[in-house]
């Protein structure tokens, strides 16, 4: 009997430390800030090991108070519903650029995107550390928007095409698959080709059946996409140099301590030194494989380079776009120079 009372006691103890090590548990998730980072990339590809990065970093920095979790392939819906959620209160991230800003009401960020803007990555990054930077990100805190960090990559955008582009001129009625966004309809306009407006799901059947005549975005994703398989020639024009930007709410980041913003900001800048790395090791991977695919690649010349960008001068100063500021071209190029 003494040994069953001391059965039952030692039962009764441990049952006590599970439920004090559960509250416990349930007493840190209460406390510990969980961020959902939606976005369209696929597991393994640079951009989602970049953020698997930024994920382990948030964690070691934080002490285990914050939490990152990623919801890759579109899980959370499209970038305008997980836009939606922010607004509405959510802890939720995703990625954006200017053309996305642009739509959301902040008008000259939309410039970002516009063809031929930067010669080199190296002025994109003076211009996202600029004043008139600055100036944009305030402009869309106050449309509910707060923008984390601007030094990822995405990647330069080229022209894969069915038949062979060495010059600008060569784009002269080319039907060239474009998102459906102003500034990118605008951007092809004025190199002569003819943008059309599609889904890229739909742009390999297009390309197939002779519906249009070639597509644009960085090499990973034409690459993915495999549209070599139905458009073989390649030039590496680098119309846009798409960089990328991570995005909550301003609210959630006001919710935020100041060292709790330190460690998602610096975090996701070292993250982002990570992906811009991983970014260009993959273009040289994805190159190889386009050429072992039978893809003919054009490496322009800079007087080529000056043609495509002589003719998108045209661009800056389109009555589509009244509503920038007056001499914005100006003011963002003299931003990127100092």
């Given at each position: 009997m003494k040994k069953k009372w001391i059965w039952m006691l030692l039962a009764a103890a441990m049952a006590a430390l599970?439920?004090?090590?559960?509250?416990?548990?349930?007493?840190a998730d209460r406390n510990k800030i969980t961020i959902d980072i939606g976005y369209e990339n696929n597991p393994g590809e640079p951009l989602d090991q970049a953020l698997n990065r930024w994920k382990d970093l948030v964690a070691e920095k934080s002490?285990?108070?914050?939490?990152?979790?990623?919801?890759?392939?579109?899980?959370?819906?499209?970038?305008?519903?997980?836009?939606?959620?922010?607004?509405?209160?959510?802890?939720?991230?995703?990625?954006?650029?200017?053309?996305?800003?642009?739509?959301r009401g902040v008008k000259d960020f939309g410039i970002v995107?516009?063809?031929?803007?930067?010669?080199?990555?190296?002025?994109?990054?003076?211009?996202?550390?600029?004043d008139w930077y600055k100036e944009q990100e305030q402009k869309l805190a106050k449309k509910g928007l707060h923008i984390v960090v601007s030094n990822w990559v995405y990647g330069d955008r080229h022209l894969l095409t069915k038949k062979p582009v060495n010059k600008v001129e060569d784009l002269e009625g080319m039907k060239i698959r474009v998102p459906n966004n102003t500034i990118q309809v605008k951007g092809f306009e004025v190199l002569g080709a003819v943008p059309t407006p599609m889904s890229l799901g739909d742009t390999y059947t297009a390309l197939q059946q002779?519906?249009?005549?070639?597509?644009?975005?960085?090499?990973?994703?034409?690459?993915?996409?495999?549209?070599?398989?139905?458009?073989?020639?390649?030039?590496?024009?680098g119309h846009v140099k798409n960089f990328t930007t991570w995005v909550c709410s301003e609210d959630f980041w006001k919710s935020l301590t100041p060292e709790q913003?330190?460690?998602?900001?610096?975090?996701?800048?070292?993250?982002?030194?990570?992906?811009?790395?991983?970014?260009?090791?993959?273009?040289?991977?994805?190159?190889?494989?386009?050429?072992?695919?039978?893809?003919?690649?054009?490496?322009?010349?800079?007087?080529?380079?000056?043609?495509?960008?002589?003719?998108?001068?045209?661009?800056?100063?389109?009555?589509?776009?009244?509503?920038?500021?007056?001499?914005?071209?100006d003011t963002v190029k003299a931003a990127m120079a100092s």
């Amino acid at each position: 009997m003494k040994k069953k009372w001391i059965w039952m006691l030692l039962a009764a103890a441990m049952a006590a430390l599970l439920v004090m090590s559960g509250c416990g548990g349930r007493h840190a998730d209460r406390n510990k800030i969980t961020i959902d980072i939606g976005y369209e990339n696929n597991p393994g590809e640079p951009l989602d090991q970049a953020l698997n990065r930024w994920k382990d970093l948030v964690a070691e920095k934080s002490g285990g108070t914050m939490e990152i979790v990623l919801y890759p392939s579109s899980q959370l819906g499209s970038k305008n519903d997980i836009i939606d959620m922010m607004i509405s209160g959510q802890p939720v991230m995703t990625l954006a650029d200017g053309a996305f800003y642009s739509d959301r009401g902040v008008k000259d960020f939309g410039i970002v995107f516009g063809p031929f803007l930067f010669k080199d990555w190296d002025e994109c990054w003076r211009l996202t550390n600029s004043d008139w930077y600055k100036e944009q990100e305030q402009k869309l805190a106050k449309k509910g928007l707060h923008i984390v960090v601007s030094n990822w990559v995405y990647g330069d955008r080229h022209l894969l095409t069915k038949k062979p582009v060495n010059k600008v001129e060569d784009l002269e009625g080319m039907k060239i698959r474009v998102p459906n966004n102003t500034i990118q309809v605008k951007g092809f306009e004025v190199l002569g080709a003819v943008p059309t407006p599609m889904s890229l799901g739909d742009t390999y059947t297009a390309l197939q059946q002779g519906t249009i005549d070639g597509v644009e975005n960085p090499l990973p994703v034409l690459y993915n996409g495999k549209f070599q398989e139905v458009a073989k020639y390649l030039i590496l024009d680098g119309h846009v140099k798409n960089f990328t930007t991570w995005v909550c709410s301003e609210d959630f980041w006001k919710s935020l301590t100041p060292e709790q913003q330190a460690i998602l900001q610096e975090s996701g800048e070292e993250a982002g030194v990570f992906n811009n790395a991983l970014q260009k090791e993959s273009e040289k991977e994805v190159l190889e494989k386009f050429r072992q695919e039978g893809v003919t690649i054009v490496d322009p010349s800079d007087e080529v380079l000056n043609g495509f960008r002589e003719r998108a001068k045209a661009f800056y100063s389109l009555p589509d776009f009244k509503d920038w500021s007056e001499g914005l071209y100006d003011t963002v190029k003299a931003a990127m120079a100092s």
